[in-house]
């Protein structure tokens, strides 16, 4: 069994407003993972962290970071953590390594230049060293964020809304990062609301909406268990209705009645999809065009909290 660093056990938390923001969450963090926390605006993820961090008392429940209580040894705790917010917090003025060098020293750890020159050269920011920050480029910025949340070798580094406001290439960039990060061994959860975000990095991903953790899974788990199949007939000649002798495959019709979409689980041990397409010859319905997509992390999501809201 991987080790857990992270133990949320039974944590609720309800704001001064009487707002339930979490909501008996329990949740594992293995040491070395990719934890991706999916969820949309207001789902309580930056409460979730900030209980984490110590920041928030919970209501209730426990969490311990590394063995220990994130509230009774705060210190210890939070030390081995790292936080990258979403916002810029960091004086313009300053340069990338005295910034990088003050936020190790607020921890009270003892100056280390090596590590700090190894930290900056990792995340490219070693030939800007003597730059201001605010002669930084959007992404650089980013980068001393990182640069200033591990400066104190943290364990655990959180990631909140990594790529929230940045363009697709600085995007791929993050996440290049993110998995660079991972390799020197450090433990990364990072929230979003981008699916694909998770999709593409994550070893785990845990969906929150309204304060609830409703699951928690491995992500190719996930999308195997939950991964429907389409297949898309583009057809000859368009079509108004469904033939009633179709009905047992639940199509339907897309494009202007120009595709047939058949959704079926591909994990199962048939299709259906032969019996569709003979089916299809004699009622002699042509089609052109034959293509079966996987449906994506975000098909599930949407099915997920769908299901919850119904
Ligand atoms: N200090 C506070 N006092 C009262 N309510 C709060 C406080 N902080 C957050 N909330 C409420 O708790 C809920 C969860 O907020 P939270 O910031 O944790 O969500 P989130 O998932 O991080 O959202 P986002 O993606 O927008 O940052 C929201 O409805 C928010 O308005």
Same mark, same amino acid.
């Given at each position: ?6 133990? *949320? ?15 008996? *969450? ?7 993972? $990719? ?20 920041? *928030? ?5 426990? $969490? ?15 030390? /081995? ?7 810029? %917090? ?9 910034? *990088? ?38 992404? /650089? @910025? ?8 591990? %400066?104190?070798?943290?364990? $655990? ?43 593409? /990095? ?36 368009? /079509? ?34 032969? %019996?569709?397409?003979? @089916?299809?010859?004699?009622?002699? $319905?042509?089609? @052109?065009?034959?293509?079966?997509? @996987?449906? %994506? ?14």
């Amino acid at each position: 069994m991987p080790e857990t660093i992270l133990a *949320v056990r039974g944590v609720s938390k309800t704001y001064g407003s009487g707002h339930h923001a979490l909501d008996d *969450v329990t949740l594992d963090i293995r040491r070395g993972e $990719i934890f991706a926390l999916l969820g949309p605006n207001g789902a309580g993820k930056s409460t979730l962290i900030n209980t984490i961090c110590g920041v *928030v008392t919970p209501t209730a429940g426990t $969490i311990t970071v590394g063995g220990h209580d994130a509230v009774r040894d705060y210190k210890p705790s939070r030390m /081995m953590i790292g936080l990258v917010p979403q916002e810029l %917090s960091v004086d313009m003025f300053e340069t990338v390594l005295a910034t *990088v060098k003050f936020s190790r020293r607020l921890f009270g750890r003892s100056a280390h230049d090596a590590y700090i020159e190894q930290l900056l050269r990792d995340l490219s920011l070693w030939d800007k060293r003597g730059a201001k920050i605010m002669e930084l480029s959007g992404g /650089m @910025k980013r980068r001393v964020l990182i640069a200033k949340a591990l %400066s104190h070798e943290p364990d $655990i580094l959180f990631l909140d809304e990594p790529t929230a406001g940045v363009d697709v290439s600085l995007r791929r960039d993050m996440w290049k990062l993110i998995g660079s990060l991972r390799e020197r061994g450090v433990t990364i959860i990072l929230t979003t609301h981008y699916i694909e975000e998770a999709e593409e /990095m994550a070893d785990r991903v845990g969906v929150i909406t309204g304060g609830k953790l409703l699951l928690v899974e491995d992500k190719a788990e996930l999308m195997k268990k939950l991964g429907k199949r389409e297949m898309d007939l583009a057809l000859q000649e368009p /079509m108004e209705a469904i033939p009633p002798e179709l009905a047992e495959w639940h199509l339907s019709l897309e494009n202007d009645g120009h595709t047939l979409r058949y959704v079926f689980d591909a994990q199962a041990e048939r299709t259906g999809i032969p %019996s569709l397409l003979r @089916k299809l010859n004699d009622l002699e $319905i042509g089609f @052109k065009d034959l293509e079966t997509s @996987k449906s %994506s992390l975000e098909d599930i999501f949407v099915g997920l909290t769908a299901k919850k809201a119904g």
